[in-house]
């Protein structure tokens, strides 16, 4: 696998192409400039609600100036995402989240504005042909009637709202960059430092004690500075109850609720499924410990690789074994694939200073630009696969929906990438070597493990942290530590054998400060793996469905949205046979190990 210093050493073919954002700086200050001018337009919109013509008005210039923007704000943050650190770029991302402001500034008129209005004159305006585009936005908006205030109260609410990213930031900086977590001699001799986003490849390589103690160097570190973590997670907590009932609502999770237009009981069949069926876990971590050929597993050993595939595979290797992994989803899929291919939507390399992860970045009028980090890895191809599925969910939802039902929600969002990550394993899984096939149950169970019972568990931890502070108490480290082991043993105490650190997980989940996030992940997981199973059957019926599941925009509910797919998200069934679909692949995964 080819290694670059810069970025300036990488080949064109593997850098992503920008220019249909804007071709050179020239133009992205000239539609920086124009795109001010609109904003202050649009400030003299106010009143515009009593004529549809006037408000079909103000909400196209609303659609056209927010997508100059978004083009604006996403090429400054993938520019600077190239090299981190050049002041330049900061100063032009910076530019773009001002810019945001004054746009907000200006439009935080129109929702108090239309909710002023009665329930007839509301729905005349809203039932008007000339908003027939804007009817479902539209309506939206007003069943929050009872939820929205003032103007001058929005206003206060949003920039109070705006310091909530506050507490993510200081968490993750507390996290990522403020700790010393010292340097682990590795076995060639070499010396790592020691982070929070390379612990788990480090350990891979570490014999059993020197693991332990790695475990063990890292956590003490995350112990020492968890007081800190809680008073900021507890203040982030706060602040949302606040706001909800602000609101008008009688908790941040009747929010949330309210603004899913789901019910509580959805949640509550999900979290029923996982922990009736924890015997699953045990039987998943029972064969890694065979496959390990360990007699005990502990927390230190969840990092190793049971395949031998040390195999490396160069990015067009990679390419061509994620378009016969696509295969199955049809020749006018895999036409998507190859345009994010022939485009080069890709930023495929790493060199030092580039940003480190790996995402799907789009906007309203740009289909999405993919950053990665490529290593000649199979965890990299997955990391293609899954972040195309988000690429390619977003050109159906572009070419068959307005502008403005194009963000969706994340309880759908995910359901392409992860049934494409399903679709890579089972590729393996059927036409793979042993090694590769082992590889392939390891992703599969990793990903689906890990995105339902985890996030299911996490999401039980996040509603009682929730309720707690709702009801008077303080987020504590003691808090913390006892709600995330009880956790943790409600699902492993009989897999895993526990130490002094598991209390500390917590610790390391930044998705809190992004609230109730972790749910959105098990549902989608569980639509996954039904869609992967359903479409390597050759079910042509449901392959339609899919189809017309990937083209829906954000005018349609989610829990409508995946009635298409034939899932009632209020029926436990569908999440126990999703689980006992996994049970079947650990039994297949422990056939293959014994083979």
């Given amino acids: 696998m080819e290694h670059y210093d810069n970025r300036e050493s990488v080949p064109l073919k593997y850098k992503w192409d920008l220019t249909s954002f804007f071709k050179d700086e020239e133009e992205f200050n000239q539609v920086f400039n124009n795109t001010k001018s609109k904003i202050n337009d649009l400030g003299t919109y106010v009143g515009c609600t009593s004529s549809d013509i006037k408000t079909k008005e ?10 100059d923007w978004e083009d604006l704000f996403v090429y400054s943050s993938l520019i600077n995402d190239e090299v981190v650190g050049i002041s330049k770029n900061i100063e032009r991302k910076s530019s773009c989240e001002l810019l945001l402001d004054e746009f907000n500034h200006n439009v935080n008129f129109f929702d108090p504005e239309l909710l002023k209005l009665s329930e007839e004159e509301a729905n005349k305006l809203i039932n008007s042909e000339v908003l027939s585009d804007y009817k479902f936005y539209l309506e939206n908006l007003y069943r929050n009637k009872d939820h929205v205030l003032s103007e001058k109260e929005e206003r206060i609410l949003n920039e109070f709202n705006s310091f909530s990213a506050t507490y993510h930031d200081m968490a993750s900086s507390l996290l990522y960059s403020e700790h010393d977590y010292g340097e682990v001699v590795m076995p060639d001799g070499n010396i790592k430092t020691l982070a929070p986003n390379n612990l788990a490849s480090i350990m891979k390589k570490l014999p059993r004690d020197e693991r332990k103690k790695t475990r063990e160097q890292f956590y003490k570190i995350v112990d020492k500075y968890s007081r800190s973590n809680a008073l900021y997670l507890n203040e982030y907590v706060r602040m949302n109850e606040r706001l909800a009932l602000l609101r008008n609502h009688n908790s941040a999770w009747e929010e949330y609720l309210f603004n899913a237009n789901m019910s509580n009981n959805v949640f509550l069949k999900l979290i029923s499924a ?23 597993l502990h927390f230190y050993d969840l990092a190793l690789d049971i395949s031998n595939n040390d195999k490396e595979y160069s990015i067009e290797e990679g390419i061509d074994i994620i378009k016969e992994a696509l295969k199955p989803l049809g020749d006018e899929y895999l036409s998507r694939f190859n345009k994010i291919i022939d485009n080069r939507y890709i930023d495929f390399c790493s060199y030092k200073g580039k940003y480190i992860g790996g995402y799907s970045f789009s906007t309203f009028k740009q289909e999405s630009r993919i950053l990665l980090s490529y290593n000649g890895d199979m965890d990299s191809i997955s990391t293609i696969i899954h972040e195309s599925g988000h690429n390619i969910h977003q050109q159906y939802v572009s070419e068959n929906n307005h502008m403005i039902y194009h963000a969706l929600d994340s309880i759908v969002s995910e359901v392409p990438s992860l049934t494409n990550e399903s679709l890579l394993s089972m590729y393996l899984i059927n036409n ?7 590889k392939g149950f390891e992703n599969l169970l990793m990903v689906s493990f890990s995105n339902l019972f985890d996030a299911v568990r996490e999401g039980k931890m996040e509603l009682d942290m929730y309720d707690y502070v709702k009801d008077g108490g303080m987020l504590t480290k003691e808090f913390m530590d006892n709600l995330a082991e009880e956790s943790m043993k409600k699902y492993y105490d009989e897999s895993i054998i526990f130490d002094d650190y598991v209390k500390n997980s917590w610790v390391n989940r930044t998705h809190y400060f992004n609230s109730f996030y972790l749910f959105s992940y098990a549902i989608c997981m569980c639509v996954a793996l039904y869609s992967c199973k359903k479409i390597l059957d050759g079910d042509k019926d449901y392959l339609d469905k899919y189809k017309k599941f990937l083209k829906l925009g954000a005018d349609n509910w989610s829990i409508d949205a995946f009635k298409v797919l034939g899932f009632d998200l209020e029926d436990e069934k569908i999440y126990l046979d999703s689980i006992d679909y996994l049970e079947e692949l650990v039994n297949k995964f422990d056939t293959v190990l014994s083979s």
Avoid: P, W
Wanted: net charge neutral; glycine share 4%; proline share 0%.
């Fill in 58 to 67: 103000f909400l196209d210039l609303y659609i056209e100036v927010l997508a």
């Fill in 274 to 296: 996982c922990e009736k069926r924890v015997d699953v876990i045990k039987k998943y971590y029972d064969v890694r410990k065979k496959g390990l050929k360990l007699d005990e």
């Fill in 432 to 438: 793979g070597d042993k090694d590769e096939k082992i």
